[in-house]
């Protein structure tokens, strides 16, 4: 089991940066696919951010974050970090992190464990 724990979010002005963060305790962790995902107010489902390998060689990115944003992870810290650049409006939500075991999916229903959420609210 995983204990993940999000953070950083927050609120900026369109155009600037925030870092989101998502640590867990077990040693464990770097067994792990993680995913960032956000949910809208909205919204009725949680949509695919970004994702990394458990090794942190491969990341994939939706098409609407693609160059603004960019996934990492540190197995050493047992943490995944979204770094969000040029932020918009309409990224305003509430970001989850989730752990896939093994292999990641863009698929928010495949994941095993997930985050409490972290606000992020981009001002126009």
């Known amino acids: 089991q995983l204990h993940l724990v999000g953070s950083g979010g927050g609120l900026v002005q369109a155009g600037g940066s925030l870092r989101l963060s998502c640590t867990a305790p077990?040693?464990?962790?770097?067994?792990?696919?993680m995913g960032w995902f956000r949910q809208a107010a909205s919204g009725n489902e949680r949509e695919f951010v970004a994702?990394?390998?458990?090794?942190?060689?491969?990341?994939y990115y939706a098409d609407s974050v693609k160059g603004r944003f960019t996934i990492s992870r540190d197995n050493d810290k047992n943490a995944v970090y979204l770094q969000m650049s040029s932020l918009k409006p309409e990224d305003t939500a509430v970001y989850y992190c989730?752990?896939?075991?093994?292999?990641?999916?863009?698929?928010?229903?495949?994941?095993?464990?997930w985050g409490q959420g972290t606000q992020v609210t981009v001002s126009s």
């Open positions: 989730a752990a896939k075991y093994y292999k990641g999916s863009d698929d928010p229903n495949v994941y095993d464990y």
């Open positions: 077990e040693p464990t962790f770097s067994s792990y696919a």
């Open positions: 994702r990394i390998s458990w090794t942190g060689d491969a990341t």
